[in-house]
């Protein structure tokens, strides 16, 4: 009879084992990557001096989620910050803070990199170095020769960016000379600028530093002695120098997609990737 109850009760705990462990492994989630793999799509529109840094942001993150889609229209900051309010765009880039009447319009920056903005002239220029000042005068036409700032005598010729353009505003905020600026060519991008004034051997211009590295056809001047460099904007000793923005709208939920990207975007993850495209990240 001991003998009988005893098997019995090790029938019983063995049973009860296995039900055990039945009712664990129905507890346990699938391990199903393609029911949580992100997807869908990120639309962002604006500058074209982001195009090196929102390029190489695109490229790491749709590698990472082969599921989404980042499309990127370099329309100009002011298009972009356009873009964001209608509700065409995910994200709007802006090369320049948000004026406040567009923060009253429900907008809100986030700054994911730094920029300088690079004063440049033909290559065979002899001017090195100019004030902000005389960057100012240059522009506004009350100077108008180079031999005015040590160069060879010639009619300067000024090139910058059409109206509405991050670049052209934040150039014209440093050297305070909104709506005085007397320009030869206005032109729709960031490229376009940097060949008329390769073509033009008395030709200055403006464009964005990770737009001007690497050129052989362009000069970048120092302004006040000191050099566009990534480390002189960071450290705020170059003057002329601009944010480079995330724009999104105020009580408006982004998708899965373009929250994740975003949060990539200023996140220290994504650092190296705006190094490397010239810019200067914020993100520590």
């Known amino acids: 009879m001991k003998r009988f109850l005893s098997m019995a009760l090790c029938i019983v705990m063995v049973l009860g084992i296995l039900a055990g462990c039945?009712?664990?492994?129905?507890?346990?989630?699938?391990?199903?990557?393609?029911?949580?793999?992100?997807s869908g799509s990120v639309s962002t529109n604006g500058s074209t001096s982001m195009d090196k840094v929102i390029g190489a942001l695109k490229e790491q993150f749709t590698a990472d989620n082969p599921g989404v889609t980042v499309t990127y229209d370099p329309t100009g900051s002011g298009a972009g910050i356009e873009a964001v309010?209608?509700?065409?765009?995910?994200?709007?880039?802006?090369?320049?803070?948000?004026?406040?009447?567009?923060?009253?319009?429900?907008?809100?920056?986030?700054?994911?990199?730094?920029?300088?903005?690079?004063?440049?002239v033909n290559a065979g220029s002899k001017v090195a170095d100019l004030t902000v000042q005389q960057i100012a005068d240059i522009?506004?036409?009350?100077?108008?020769?180079?031999?005015?700032?040590?160069?060879?005598?010639?009619?300067?010729?000024?090139?910058?960016?059409e109206s509405g353009s991050g670049t052209r505003d934040g150039f014209e905020s440093i050297t305070d000379t909104k709506d005085a600026c007397k320009l030869d060519?206005?032109?729709?991008?960031?490229?376009?600028?940097?060949?008329?004034?390769?073509?033009?051997?008395?030709a200055i211009g403006y464009a964005s530093l990770s737009a001007v590295e690497g050129k052989s056809t362009v000069?970048?001047?120092t302004v006040g002695g000191v050099a566009c460099t990534e480390?002189?904007?960071?450290?705020g000793s170059y003057e002329i120098q601009r944010p480079f923005v995330l724009v999104t709208k105020q009580g408006v939920t982004l998708s899965a997609a373009a929250q994740a990207f975003f949060d990539f975007a200023t996140s220290s993850a994504a650092s190296d990737l705006i190094k490397n495209a010239g810019a200067v990240p914020v993100a520590k």
């Open 22 to 38: 039945g009712q664990k492994g129905n507890d346990t989630p699938k391990n199903d990557d393609n029911s949580t793999a992100l």
């Open 85 to 120: 309010k209608n509700g065409s765009a995910d994200i709007g880039l802006a090369s320049r803070a948000l004026k406040d009447q567009e923060k009253s319009a429900g907008l809100q920056e986030t700054t994911v990199a730094l920029d300088g903005i690079a004063i440049i």
């Open 139 to 161: 522009f506004t036409g009350k100077i108008t020769d180079w031999s005015e700032v040590g160069g060879d005598p010639g009619a300067i010729s000024c090139i910058g960016r």
């Open 185 to 202: 060519q206005e032109l729709t991008s960031t490229g376009g600028v940097i060949e008329a004034v390769a073509g033009n051997p008395n």
């Open 219 to 221: 000069k970048a001047l």
């Open 231 to 235: 480390a002189t904007v960071l450290d």
